[in-house]
C-alpha cells in the first residue's frame, strides 16, 4: 500500500480488536495505537469498569487523547497507523477520527468494525475466560462489560467493513487485509 493510510478497529471488548491489530501491523508494518496498550503506560494497572466506572471512564477518555495526539504526530510525520479502540458513540468518533481526518485530509480512512453475533456470544464468554484478568491492561473484564458497551454501541458515521471475527482468525485477517488494499476511489 503507498498512500498514507489510517486504519481504525473498533468494536466492543473481546471481539479481537487487539489481536487483528497485531496482525495487521506484522503485515504492513504500520505503527499500532492501542487503547488497552496506551493506559498501562499512562496509570499501570487500569482501574476496571466493575470496581470504579468514573475512574475507568477518565482513564479511558485520558488514554484516547493520548492516542490521538500519538497517531496524529505519526501521520504527520508520514507514516500509515493502525488505531484501536471502541469508538462505541459517535461523540468518541468524531474527538478521534474527525480529528485526524480535518488534521490529515488526504489520508486513505479504513474502519473496520470487529462485531461478534449475538448467537456467538458463547465465543465471547470463551474469551473472557481465558484472558488473565490480573494481567489485563483493559477496563473490560467479564462478559457483563461486553455486553454494556455493545448495548451503547452506536453507528460508525463513516464508510466501514463489519468483520465477524467469529469466523477463524486466518479469515479475519484475509477479509481485513483485502477491505484495506482496496484502491480509494
Not at 16 to 37: M, N
Request: hydrophobic content about 35%.
Amino acid at each position: 500500500m503507498s498512500e498514507q493510510t489510517l486504519i481504525a478497529l473498533c468494536g466492543p471488548p473481546f471481539v479481537g480488536k487487539t489481536t487483528i491489530g497485531d496482525a495487521l501491523r506484522d503485515h504492513y508494518r504500520y505503527p499500532f495505537v492501542a487503547v488497552d496498550r496506551f493506559r498501562p503506560l499512562l496509570y499501570g494497572r487500569s482501574v476496571s469498569y466493575a470496581e470504579d466506572p468514573v475512574g475507568d471512564m477518565a482513564q479511558v477518555h485520558r488514554a484516547y487523547a493520548a492516542m490521538r495526539a500519538t497517531t496524529d504526530a505519526l501521520l504527520g510525520l508520514g507514516d500509515s497507523v493502525i488505531f484501536e479502540c471502541t469508538l462505541s458513540k459517535i461523540s468518541y468518533q468524531h474527538q478521534n477520527i474527525d480529528f485526524l481526518l480535518e488534521q490529515h485530509p488526504l489520508i486513505n480512512l479504513r474502519i473496520i468494525l470487529c462485531w461478534i453475533p449475538d448467537e456467538k456470544e458463547e465465543i465471547i464468554k470463551t474469551r473472557v475466560a481465558e484472558r488473565d484478568i490480573s494481567q489485563s491492561p483493559s477496563g473490560a473484564t467479564s462478559i457483563t462489560d461486553h455486553r454494556r458497551v455493545r448495548e451503547r454501541f452506536e453507528n460508525i458515521a463513516h464508510p466501514h467493513y463489519r468483520l465477524d471475527t467469529s469466523l477463524p482468525f486466518e479469515e479475519c485477517l484475509r477479509q481485513a487485509i483485502a477491505y484495506i488494499d482496496v484502491p480509494r476511489k
